[in-house]
């Protein structure tokens, strides 16, 4: 069954450094999102992406965040100078359409910002 | 804008027994609304979805939900639970035009042989 990749599991970075999260969504999806949830809260929508631009986004999503489809399979969050607040599970989702809500999650990368 | 809440933070129950996970949702109108799943090390797995239509709900894995409009609530049920079962359990509910689910806190099931 095809499945939605996340890489790394893990990220440990020092606080002002920049991540890019990487996020291999189903090959046919044509939307893509990405979610956080912060240890012990809820999980959070920060945007979604379709066509090449930025379809939603949350107040969370700030000029901090930027997202990109670099080429046709990988989808990638990154994080421009990362504060301690980031620290947080990163989802990446995809779905075939707009009209569904059946978004397949990505096991999550592991952001710890020290 | 719609609301999930999930009031139990961890639920304990023993292998074979039934679980009952609680949901509440706050939106004007007739939501969307979902169960996913989040195994150790897993991404969230779509469990069950209602959209309109039979308030009771059947999904994968052998769990239930009910939607119950006069209380607001979306219970997930299984009749007998599996060591496999414990896991995190997100409530979810989608509204109006946006299709971006509101999720809860999540409950946490532990199963005890």
């Known amino acids: 069954e095809p499945e939605v990749t996340q890489t790394p599991s893990h990220q440990v970075t020092q606080m002002g450094q920049e991540v890019i999260l990487r996020c291999v969504p189903i090959?046919?999806?044509?939307?893509f999102y990405w979610y956080r949830q912060i240890l012990g809260q809820k999980v959070e929508f920060l945007v979604s992406?379709?066509?090449?631009?930025?379809?939603?986004k949350s107040e969370i999503f700030d000029d901090q965040f930027s997202v990109e489809r670099p080429d046709g399979s990988n989808f990638t969050l990154k994080i421009r100078s990362t504060k301690l607040e980031d620290s947080a599970m990163y989802f990446c989702?995809?779905?075939?359409?707009?009209?569904?809500?059946?978004?397949?999650f990505g096991p999550g990368t592991r952001l710890t910002v020290t | 804008a719609q609301s999930v809440t999930q009031p139990d933070i961890h639920i304990t129950v023993s292998e074979g027994a039934s679980l009952e996970l609680r949901c509440n949702y706050s939106?004007?109108?007739?939501?969307?609304l979902f169960w996913y799943v989040q195994s150790p090390g897993q991404g969230l797995q779509l469990l069950l979805k209602y959209f309109s239509g039979d308030t009771l709900v059947q999904g994968i894995k052998g769990f239930e939900a009910e939607f119950k409009r006069s209380q607001s609530s979306f219970n997930l049920r299984k009749p007998s639970v599996h060591w496999s079962d414990a896991a995190e359990y997100f409530c979810a509910v989608g509204a109006g035009g946006s299709y971006i689910p509101t999720f809860g806190r999540g409950t946490s099931l532990i199963v005890h042989p």
């Open positions: 939106y004007g109108a007739t939501p969307y």
């Open positions: 090959s046919n999806h044509l939307y």
């Open positions: 992406f379709y066509n090449n631009e930025i379809s939603e």
């Open positions: 989702a995809s779905t075939a359409g707009s009209l569904s809500y059946e978004q397949y």
